[in-house]
């Protein structure tokens, strides 16, 4: 059997923490080898376990996300290991400078797991043996998704599937919100600034009528939809009967579904 992947979750979440450790434990080649609670919690076990991949979230006491990866960087003489940087929306500058920083993957909080270990898989299947050059500049991983008529189909049978009806403005606004987060996931960082202003001027009309749009549809799917197909998608992340996700969360899933799926393809 292949060497298991080293993974130490940071998060001050402890509910979250002890969900991702139960659930990446149970996956045949990945290990948990470290969860912190705080940045100084995370640095200290860094460096003592030296893991394939950190899944480190934005904001944390003592030492946020940033710090950590600032600490990481400084390092020059082991090799770097992959980052996945948990955000949430609202933290659009923090998501920009943990980018220039270095951070090798964004996931929108909440998620769904089995897209979280497929994620750390094609992440780590070929890390360097050598420490990239600090002066470099690191662009977060954009799968190559393939041709976008194959794009189009599915992400349209996808929102068929959750039951967002195809009449409504939103339902434009948000396949087109798909596949440019598909294309380019630094977009999360910049919903309110580049993705809803691009939307906007393509089908001539406001960026705040674009979310707008994007709210109701994802209202409608909600009060429509199917229960199974919705707990499918969501399920792991957030309870599907109590809360609706945010447009960038819902957003953010998908997009991530469609990568995978394309790259699995």
């Known amino acids: 059997m292949s060497k298991k992947i080293k993974i130490i979750v940071a998060d001050d979440n ?19 080898v470290g969860v912190a609670n705080n940045g100084l919690e995370a640095w200290e076990l860094i460096q003592n376990q030296e893991p394939d991949l950190i899944i480190l979230d934005l904001v944390m006491p003592n030492l946020d996300g940033l710090g950590v990866l600032e600490r990481i960087n400084s390092r020059t003489t082991l090799n770097r290991p992959k980052i996945i940087m948990l955000t949430a929306f609202g933290q659009e500058s923090l998501t920009h400078q943990a980018m220039m920083l270095g951070v090798d993957y964004f996931i929108l909080k909440p998620f769904d797991l089995d897209i979280l270990s497929k994620r750390i898989r094609s992440l780590t299947q070929d890390i360097p043996s050598s420490q990239p050059s600090q002066n470099s500049s690191v ?14 189909v599915e992400v349209t049978t996808m929102m068929h599937q959750i039951g967002i009806p195809a009449h409504v403005k939103g339902y434009q606004y948000i396949r087109d919100a798909i596949l440019m987060v598909v294309e380019d996931v630094s977009l999360l960082g910049a919903v309110t600034k580049e993705l809803y202003p691009s939307i906007a001027k393509k089908f001539d009309t406001a960026p705040s009528r674009v979310e707008r749009g994007i709210r ?15 707990k499918r998608i969501f399920g792991y992340s957030m309870n599907i009967e109590r809360q609706k996700p945010t447009n960038s969360e819902f957003i953010a899933l998908l997009a991530d579904k469609l990568r995978v799926m394309s790259k699995v393809s």
């Open 14 to 32: 402890r509910n979250l923490c002890q969900m991702l450790q139960n659930y990446l434990q149970g996956q045949e080649d990945l290990i948990v």
């Open 216 to 230: 109701h549809a994802i209202e409608l799917a909600w009060e429509r939809g199917h229960t199974d197909t919705l």
């Open 139 to 152: 662009t977060p991983v954009v799968t190559n998704v393939g041709s976008g008529l194959n794009l189009h």
